[in-house]
């Protein structure tokens, strides 16, 4: 082993009854008795011990080169982490992940990788937009570059959900509504495009409209009065001149208030199965469910998918409605993951109280351990302009200092010609608030909720805050975590430590779900049940490498359980020290 001076706590599940000794290493892993954890002196052990605290000290082997040389290829380090980590070190790290909306603007593989490159963490594919052969293609483009070029970049597709929308008339580019002009809003259905008529997607999108009500695009990029009914068509004004996006998103108000319309709707439409099932049959990493209005139908989607796949494939639900905030919880409980959608969220609730609200589920998000993605508008200038207002950068570092795991561009990377300035600016933004945050010793202060309900995951829980405080405490390098479905990865992301956490699996679903979470960089291992070869094996790579050098001090914790027959479950706290 190539390091000296190791501190572990080794926590033991009760698998089977007899104690399991481990003369050879130094290290006892005993069992977690039924009557509690307690704690044992070094050098001494006893029967009903569950916690020891030993010293392990370890020296360079002589053959360190032969080893290394079978070692070749087992950290799956994706390349744009490895160059991260040898310009800026450990705590150079980036911690909040970025999402960015594929569109034509960068759907070539060359625009692909720039991305890839300038620090794209999940690709997602918005299916109100594009056709099946163009998604298939992205998808297919993204996996290339990721097995041919070493990146590691996930594919989430997000659903159009049941709303009524623009239809789309394969135009990329936006039409530009001026003041006073006149549109007709129709939904008869038609080939191409018609001057100043607009297709709606829904049939009785206008059953129930009234004389004098608006219509609302985008939330708010324009806005029409109806002017006069014709049958089922409506002839609007335009009041608020704006652009008129593809697939651009209607909502109607009255005297103020929103005319609920998509109420009507089912959760999840016709096309949303279809488009489920291109994406579970194409391997996508996650699933984003639009207007989500409660708990049944996260369940309902994700006992779908176990049932169609045998990949885990995340659900991030989205909260763009006030119905989704009145059972926030629930939702949050019943997901992977979750997305606010300002936009559409901002057309249901008053302006003034998204930025509470953003809080809030950002903050429910930790509580109940689900990433959280803060999307929409973040630099929505940046669709036209190659500068952002100083305002959307205080919106993004806003973002930061709520601990997000994850910011998302949508039009600006997905039809704005400066995509990867706009990823340029949250990169930069998100780093520089971060390096604030840990200088500042933000760190601290979240009241966790306990999520555990069995004794092991009540110690697993304990064991990640544990191991969160003690790396900001001692001021290590580094966490590493090996873990076969990532469940302590995430449990330490949550606690939001200083160290970068590096998560070491060998599920390649798991690698791919951590790519969502705040400060975990995820590598493709081979794992074994001998987790003192495991963490040997992978220092020794990751030193010839150069990407850690002697000195530096990694806390490790693990919950690998051994798959032999003679099962222990061991969950453990490790201090390496590098020599």
Same mark, same amino acid.
């Not at 623009?166 to 549109?183: C, Q, R, Y």
């Not at 709520?402 to 600006?412: I, K, P, R, T, V």
């Not at 479905?485 to 970068?500: C, K």
């Not at 030193?543 to 222990?568: E, F, R, W, Y």
């Given at each position: 082993?190539?390091?000296?001076?190791?501190?572990?706590?080794?926590?033991?599940?009760?698998?089977?009854?007899?104690?399991?000794?481990?003369?050879?290493?130094?290290?006892?892993?005993?069992?977690?008795?039924?009557?509690?954890?307690?704690?044992?002196?070094?050098?001494?052990?006893?029967?009903?011990?569950?916690?020891?605290?030993?010293?392990?000290?370890?020296?360079?082997?002589?053959?360190?080169?032969?080893?290394?040389?079978?070692?070749?290829?087992?950290?799956?380090?994706?390349?744009?982490?490895?160059?991260?980590?040898?310009?800026?070190?450990?705590?150079?790290?980036?911690?909040?992940?970025?999402?960015?909306?594929?569109?034509?603007?960068?759907?070539?593989?060359?625009?692909?990788?720039?991305?890839?490159?300038?620090?794209?963490?999940?690709?997602?594919?918005?299916?109100?937009?594009?056709?099946?052969?163009?998604?298939?293609?992205?998808?297919?483009?993204?996996?290339?570059?990721?097995?041919?070029?070493?990146?590691?970049?996930?594919?989430?597709?997000?659903?159009?959900?049941?709303?009524?929308?623009?239809? @789309?008339?394969?135009?990329?580019?936006?039409?530009?509504?001026?003041?006073?002009?006149?549109?007709?809003?129709?939904?008869?259905? /038609?080939?191409?495009?018609?001057?100043?008529?607009?297709?709606?997607?829904?049939?009785?999108? &206008?059953?129930?409209?009234?004389?004098?009500?608006?219509?609302?695009?985008?939330?708010?990029?324009?806005?029409?009065?109806?002017?006069?009914?014709?049958?089922? @068509? +409506?002839?609007?004004?335009?009041?608020?001149?704006? +652009?008129?996006?593809?697939?651009?998103?209607?909502? /109607?108000?009255?005297?103020?208030?929103?005319?609920?319309?998509?109420?009507?709707?089912?959760?999840? =439409?016709?096309? @949303?199965?279809?488009?489920?099932?291109?994406?579970?049959?194409?391997?996508?990493?996650?699933?984003?469910? $639009? /207007?989500?209005?409660?708990?049944?139908?996260?369940?309902?989607?994700?006992?779908?998918?176990?049932?169609? &796949?045998?990949?885990?494939?995340?659900?991030?639900?989205?909260?763009?409605?006030?119905?989704?905030?009145?059972?926030?919880?629930?939702?949050?409980?019943?997901?992977?993951?979750?997305?606010?959608? #300002?936009?559409?969220?901002?057309?249901?609730?008053?302006?003034?109280?998204?930025?509470?609200?953003?809080?809030?589920?950002?903050?429910?998000? #930790?509580? +109940?351990?689900?990433?959280?993605?803060?999307?929409?508008?973040?630099?929505?200038?940046?669709?036209?302009?190659?500068?952002?207002?100083?305002?959307?950068?205080?919106?993004?570092?806003?973002?930061?200092?709520?601990?997000?795991?994850?910011?998302?561009?949508?039009?600006?990377?997905?039809?704005?010609? /400066?995509?990867?300035?706009?990823?340029?600016?949250?990169?930069?933004?998100? =780093? #520089?608030?971060?390096?604030?945050?840990?200088?500042?010793?933000?760190?601290?202060?979240?009241?966790?909720?306990? +999520?555990?309900?069995?004794?092991?995951?009540?110690?697993?829980?304990?064991?990640?805050?544990?191991?969160?405080?003690?790396?900001?405490?001692?001021?290590?390098?580094?966490?590493?975590?090996?873990? #076969?479905?990532?469940?302590?990865?995430?449990?330490?992301?949550?606690?939001?430590?200083?160290?970068?956490?590096?998560?070491?699996?060998?599920? &390649?679903?798991?690698?791919?779900?951590?790519?969502?979470?705040?400060?975990?960089?995820?590598?493709?291992?081979?794992?074994?049940? @001998?987790?003192?070869?495991?963490?040997?094996? =992978?220092?020794?790579?990751?030193?010839?490498?150069?990407?850690?050098?002697?000195?530096?001090?990694?806390?490790?914790? =693990?919950?690998?359980?051994?798959?032999?027959?003679?099962?222990?479950?061991?969950? $453990?706290?490790?201090?390496?020290?590098?020599?």
């Amino acid at each position: 082993m190539a390091v000296a001076g190791d501190l572990a706590l080794k926590f033991g599940g009760m698998i089977k009854k007899e104690a399991a000794i481990d003369f050879k290493n130094g290290v006892f892993g005993v069992p977690i008795s039924s009557h509690g954890v307690c704690v044992n002196h070094t050098r001494k052990l006893r029967t009903a011990g569950g916690v020891q605290a030993v010293m392990q000290v370890g020296v360079e082997s002589a053959e360190i080169s032969k080893k290394l040389k079978n070692l070749e290829g087992v950290v799956g380090f994706d390349v744009v982490s490895e160059v991260e980590l040898r310009e800026k070190g450990f705590l150079g790290l980036r911690k909040t992940k970025l999402v960015c909306t594929i569109g034509p603007a960068c759907c070539s593989i060359d625009d692909l990788e720039k991305l890839a490159v300038g620090g794209m963490n999940v690709a997602r594919l918005n299916m109100c937009h594009n056709s099946r052969e163009w998604h298939q293609d992205v998808i297919r483009k993204i996996k290339k570059l990721n097995e041919e070029k070493g990146y590691c970049v996930s594919v989430m597709i997000d659903t159009e959900g049941s709303q009524i929308f623009v239809v @789309d008339h394969g135009a990329p580019s936006s039409v530009k509504a001026e003041d006073g002009s006149i549109w007709v809003f129709t939904n008869e259905k /038609f080939e191409g495009s018609r001057p100043f008529t607009i297709q709606a997607s829904y049939e009785g999108f &206008s059953e129930g409209i009234k004389l004098g009500d608006e219509i609302v695009f985008d939330g708010g990029m324009a806005t029409f009065e109806v002017v006069e009914k014709v049958g089922y @068509d +409506l002839r609007c004004k335009c009041t608020d001149p704006g +652009l008129l996006l593809p697939r651009a998103k209607l909502s /109607f108000w009255r005297d103020g208030k929103l005319v609920e319309k998509n109420n009507e709707l089912p959760t999840l =439409s016709t096309k @949303d199965w279809s488009d489920i099932d291109f994406g579970i049959s194409e391997g996508v990493d996650f699933i984003a469910m $639009s /207007f989500v209005n409660d708990a049944d139908s996260v369940t309902h989607l994700k006992n779908y998918i176990a049932s169609k &796949s045998s990949k885990s494939i995340k659900v991030l639900a989205k909260i763009e409605s006030k119905e989704a905030l009145h059972k926030l919880e629930e939702i949050v409980d019943a997901s992977d993951g979750i997305m606010i959608a #300002r936009g559409d969220l901002g057309v249901e609730i008053p302006l003034e109280q998204i930025p509470t609200v953003q809080e809030e589920i950002t903050y429910i998000c #930790r509580q +109940l351990n689900k990433p959280v993605v803060v999307a929409s508008q973040l630099l929505e200038s940046m669709v036209e302009f190659p500068t952002p207002t100083r305002a959307e950068v205080a919106d993004v570092s806003e973002a930061v200092r709520q601990y997000a795991d994850a910011l998302m561009l949508s039009g600006e990377s997905a039809i704005g010609p /400066f995509g990867e300035k706009a990823l340029s600016v949250l990169r930069m933004t998100s =780093s #520089r608030m971060e390096l604030w945050s840990r200088e500042e010793s933000r760190q601290n202060g979240l009241f966790q909720h306990n +999520l555990a309900a069995s004794l092991p995951d009540q110690i697993a829980e304990q064991i990640c805050s544990s191991a969160a405080v003690m790396a900001n405490n001692l001021g290590l390098d580094a966490i590493f975590v090996y873990t #076969r479905h990532g469940q302590m990865a995430s449990l330490i992301s949550r606690n939001r430590p200083n160290p970068p956490i590096f998560a070491f699996t060998n599920d &390649s679903s798991t690698r791919m779900a951590l790519n969502l979470q705040w400060g975990v960089t995820p590598l493709m291992v081979d794992l074994s049940d @001998d987790m003192e070869a495991n963490i040997s094996k =992978s220092i020794d790579l990751i030193k010839v490498k150069g990407l850690i050098k002697n000195g530096d001090t990694v806390l490790i914790v =693990s919950d690998i359980i051994p798959t032999t027959t003679t099962q222990t479950v061991f969950q $453990s706290i490790q201090v390496k020290t590098i020599e």
